[in-house]
Each structure stands twice: as structure tokens, then as C-alpha cells.
């Protein structure tokens, strides 16, 4: 059943909402992981102001037991069909007035043209760190669209810096015109909901999200699983965007944290 939504719509809202407690204290690690002078913390363009964190599966215990739980985990191998790993880790913070936004992109773009992943065989796991409203800068999805393949221009300078991947700059995403179109037809579902929410979302979905104009932070944490036979083998981006260790995961037990 949820697979059947998930490949027909291309996202999937999960009916598991995480425990406060749970959240609470990923959200304590994020901000004190994102406090810290490391080269995974990504800022805001010509701020200190933290835009994103990257790849704390890597360097965190808290982190790596959570994408190992059956909420997480559990619903990418189920989406998927088959053994994953975590290919990629991250927490955008949106912070209150400052947090900048993402223009319309598809992520396979990302994966495709800088790591050389074959296909789409790939999931995102997004998690509500906050509590997101319409004023907070929430993901926006324009459904069916993951089955148009790449629909991307690239308009960034193609010098292969990572920070044109992360930054408000994006090196490669779907023009204003195109996204136009598609949200005429298919409409745009705005991923709001309280803290806890979880929701998956298909590498080749076309997405975006504004600026947050409001008072409250938006810390979304998504974690992208990949099948372990669609592992790219060009490596040349950091390890915190692109996990090298390809071992399938093995679920944790759903209190593990
Ligand atoms: C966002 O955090 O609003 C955008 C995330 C993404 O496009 O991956
Ligand atoms: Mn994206």
C-alpha cells in the first residue's frame, strides 16, 4: 500500500510520527554539532549563520543508531525493495528570518551528474525537527514528477565545488518556467506538520522551499538511503555528502535511541 502511494505520487507521508523525546534529543546534537568549527557545518553565503549540517551518521553515535530505526530505515527498505545503506545525512536549519531558500531542483540531478549514480534507485527520509508551518519555509513537492526524468539546466559554474551542491546558489535546477507548468498540473504540496512528522520523497521529485520569513526555526533532517547495487563508484565529493561505506544497514530495535 505505501509503496504503491509512494511510486504513484512520488512522496509519502508517514502515519509514525517520532516521540519528543526522540526528537528532543536529536535536536539537542544537531544544534550542538552545527555549534561547532567542523567542515560539515555549511553557512548561510557571507554569514556565520548555520544554513546545513552534513553527514552525522559519520561522526556521531546519536545520529547513526537513527537512521537505523524501522520508522527510518524500516520504510526505505520497504520502499526500495531491497538492502540500503545511507548515502547521504543532512539537517537544514532554516533559521527564523535568516534561513535562505532552496530553488526548485531534483536531488538526482546532484547524485547523477557529480557522483555518477546509474538510477533512482535511491529514497529520502525527511524528519520535522521543528514544528513546520506555511510562514517557516517548508518543503514544497510538486507531485508526479518523479517520473519525468531530469528536467535540470545547469546554471551553476561547474567548477565541481561542493558548496554550489548545499548553498541557495544551486549548481543545477529545474527552471522557473518548467516548475511553473508542472505546479499548474499537478499542484504543490506544502510538507507542514508538527514536530515528530516524517514523510519520504522521491530522488527525481521536483522540489523547493522559500525563505523563512518567521520567528520560528525549520530544522528538517533527511537522510537518503540508496540501494547498495546502485552505489556510484566516481567518488570525488566529500564523504560527508557521499557516504563511501555501502554495507547494508540492519534495522535497529524501534527504542534503540
Ligand atoms: C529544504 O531544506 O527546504 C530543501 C531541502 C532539499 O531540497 O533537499
Ligand atoms: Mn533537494
Known sequence: MKKS???????????????????AAVTGRI???????????????????????????????LCRRLVRLPALLGLAEELLGEPVYVYQFKVNMKQPKEGVAWPWHQDYSFWHHEDGMAADRAVNIAIHLDEVHEKNGPLRIIPRTHRLGLLDERVGAGGGDWHDHVSADL?????????????????????????????????TLVHSSTDNLSEDRRALLLVTYNAVANAPERLSRPEFLVSRDTTPLTLAAADAL
Open 31 to 61: 544544534e550542538e554539532l552545527s555549534a561547532e568549527d567542523r567542515p560539515e557545518v555549511v553557512y548561510e553565503k557571507g554569514t556565520r549563520t548555520v544554513r546545513a549540517i552534513h553527514g552525522c551518521h559519520l561522526f556521531d553515535d
Open 5 to 23: 502511494i509512494y511510486e504513484q505520487e512520488g512522496w509519502l507521508l508517514s502515519p509514525e510520527v517520532l516521540g519528543e523525546e526522540l526528537i
Open 171 to 203: 549548481e543545477y535546477t529545474v527552471p522557473d518556467g518548467i516548475a511553473d507548468a508542472l505546479a499548474d498540473e499537478h499542484g504543490v504540496v506544502h510538507a507542514t506538520g508538527p514536530a515528530g512528522s516524517l514523510y519520504a520523497f522521491h530522488p
